[in-house]
T-cell receptor
Framework: DTAVSQTPKYLVTQMGNDKSIKCEQNLGHDTMYWYKQDSKKFLKIMFSYNNKELIINETVPNRFSPKSPDKAHLNLHINSLELGDSAVYFCASSPPQGLLGEKLFFGSGTQLSVL | LAKTTQPISMDSYEGQEVNITCSHNNIATNDYITWYQQFPSQGPRFIIQ???TKVTNEVASLFIPADRKSSTLSLPRVSLSDTAVYYCLVGGSARQLTFGSGTQLTVLP
């Protein structure tokens, strides 16, 4: 069973379009994230939700809007797509930090190509 | 944010032990050190995490000196399937978990 699943795997679209990426986790985690990985493989956090509430918003253009209908889902909607949005987008989740540092569980990524 | 520095790439042969060192000179007192592995077209996968001294699990060992300004991921007897990018992260929360470019490990037959 896939722990963190995101769809679609590949997304090719024209500039100016609006698109969504869906993410679901069956691990029972309260916290979910969206990361963006650029062509140089840097992976940077975009958003984090804890139990449906936004807790991290890392200076991402407001064309990007995350939505969490419940704590098992965190979708990413992107308006007016630009060429620079082309990247791989990863969804992740994590259990409560507890006594240890955070441990992230990632989905397999969505390759977004804006033409 | 604690910045990390690790080699861009490393080559090894099957069966060898591989050590990847990460420098994090400005690590904070409450920061943990975490390593992730990423295969092409997949998301990063947690390998190991530690705070100080040595941590070992079924996959790897993590060595952290007393000053905690560096850490070394040790992979025993690597195989071709260990070819991947390895990321060193330092931080206490996801906000601080910015992945660098990682170390591309290539295991040769």
């Amino acid at each position: 069973d896939t722990a963190v699943s995101q769809t679609p795997k590949y997304l090719v679209t024209q500039m100016g379009n609006d698109k969504s990426i869906k993410c679901e986790q069956n691990l029972g985690h309260d916290t979910m994230y969206w990361y963006k990985q650029d062509s140089k493989k840097f992976l940077k956090i975009m958003f984090s939700y804890n139990n449906k509430e936004l807790i991290i918003n890392e200076t991402v253009p407001n064309r990007f809007s995350p939505k969490s209908p419940d704590k098992a889902h965190l979708n990413l909607h992107i308006n007016s797509l630009e060429l620079g949005d082309s990247a791989v987008y990863f969804c992740a989740s994590s259990p409560p930090q507890g006594l240890l540092g955070e441990k992230l569980f990632f989905g397999s990524g969505t390759q977004l190509s804006v033409l | 944010l604690a910045k990390t520095t690790q080699p861009i790439s490393m080559d090894s042969y099957e069966g060898q032990e591989v050590n990847i060192t990460c420098s994090h000179n400005n690590i904070a007192t409450n920061d943990y050190i975490t390593w992730y592995q990423q295969f092409p077209s997949q998301g990063p996968r947690f390998i190991i995490q530690g705070y100080k001294t040595k941590v070992t699990n079924e996959v790897a060992s993590l060595f952290i000196p007393a000053d905690r300004k560096s850490s070394t991921l040790s992979l025993p007897r690597v195989s071709l399937s260990d070819t991947a990018v390895y990321y060193c992260l330092v931080g206490g929360s996801a906000r601080q978990l910015t992945f660098g470019s990682g170390t591309q490990l290539t295991v040769l037959p």
